[in-house]
Structures are given as C-alpha cells and as structure tokens.
T-cell receptor, first 115, second 111 residues
C-alpha cells in the first residue's frame, strides 16, 4: 500500500455537482500538495500546505477549494467545475518543503471527468 | 513560458541499450532536480534526485547536472522492457517546495 492514499480513484461529476477529493499520508510528512495532470501537459502545482498552513495557491480558480485539517489529511473541494477541469488530480507529500532533497511521494491520483 | 522542457518522444530504445533523456530548465535559482518515472495510468515515482554539478549513479541510472548550461540528463543503462514509461524531470524552484515539472519523455524499450 502506498504511503499516500487518495480517494476516490475515479470520479464523474456534472458541472453543477459538489464533490471532494481526499488524500491521506501515512509517512509522517509535514508538507502536502495538490497537482493537476492533464493529457500531454506538465504536472501543474495547485496548492501547497506546510504544517497545515497554505503556502501557495498557484492561481487556481476558486471552484477548487483546498482544506488541510491536519498534517496527514488534505482535501480538494470541487464545485461548478468545467469540462476542461477533467484531469488526473495527484496528491503528494514531502518531509519538509524547500530542502534540496525534498522528495515528493505521490498518491495514485483521482481521475476526474466533468460532464 | 515553459520552465522545464523535455522532448516528448517517444524515445525508442533497443533492449540492453542506453536510453538518454534530456531536460533543460530556465530558472537559474533552481536548487535541485528530480527524475520521476510514470507508468501509464499510475502516479509518478521517484527514480533519483541531484543537486550538485556532475554525475550521480544509482544502479542502472545515472543523473547528470550542469548548472552553467541549465541542463539535466538521465541515462538508463541496459534498458529493459519494464523501463518503458514516461520520465518526468522536475526542478525545485523555491523554498515553498514547489516542484516544476516538464511534460515528460515517453520511453519505449523494444525487445
């Protein structure tokens, strides 16, 4: 079992729905991240949390709302999404942000389809 | 403006040969660099990282970094069919732990 667990693995939602993606890390890390991976595009960093504090919001539309209740859990709340938001959403964690050997461990991702 | 660039491939490599992957980056402030492997439908997994100029070897993999040329490479020796995947280059661009990824190079190892 991976140290970073994401649920659900697949999600289909309508543009008027509200859903949430969940991420849990069992590695004792203190930094967590949300990435978006669209076809043929680089991984895009969306949000960074360090010790539960949001340290980066990479110009993400407000229809994506992150929540980090503690260092082990990270959520991404979704509402009124658009079809172009369909992508693989990856959660990652690392021991400490900013160190030169900051290795990010990824979850298996949530494949999101907006219809 | 792309900050980390890779050839998309596919890079076709005969089994047993050396696969050579290249990556360039634009941010001179980048501190360290990571190579991830991603199988189709799976999440990225770290192969190795490098932050000093020169070579770093780990098993069949060698990472090379040239900060003056803003160039990172990955060599895969004795390529195996199981090495067929997309390889992602990433740079650590700031103290916030922001990993900037390239679009990836698809490698296909043919028996």
């Amino acid at each position: 079992e991976t140290g970073v667990t994401q649920t659900p693995r697949h999600l289909v939602m309508g543009m008027t729905n509200k859903k949430s993606l969940k991420c849990e890390q069992h590695l004792g890390h203190n930094a967590m991240y949300w990435y978006k991976q669209s076809a043929k595009k680089p991984l895009e960093l969306m949000f960074v949390y360090n010790f539960k504090e949001q340290t980066e919001n990479n110009s993400v539309p407000s229809r994506f709302s992150p929540e980090c209740p503690n260092s082990s859990h990270l959520f991404l709340h979704l509402h009124t999404l658009q079809p172009e938001d369909s992508a693989l959403y990856l959660c990652a964690s690392s021991q400490e942000r900013g160190r030169v050997n900051t290795e990010a461990f990824f979850g298996q991702g949530t494949r999101l389809t907006v219809v | 403006q792309k900050e980390v660039e890779q050839n998309s491939g596919p890079l076709s490599v005969p089994e047993g040969a050396i696969a050579s992957l290249n990556c360039t980056y634009s941010d001179r402030g980048s501190q360290s660099f990571f190579w991830y492997r991603q199988y189709s439908g799976k999440s990225p997994e770290l192969i190795m990282f490098i932050y000093s100029n020169g070579d770093k070897e780990d098993g069949r993999f060698t990472a090379q970094l040239n900060k003056a040329s803003q160039y990172v490479s990955l060599l895969i020796r004795d390529s195996q069919p199981s090495d067929s995947a997309t390889y992602l280059c990433a740079s650590l661009t700031d103290s916030w732990g922001k990993l900037q990824f390239g679009a990836g190079t698809q490698v296909v190892v043919t028996p």
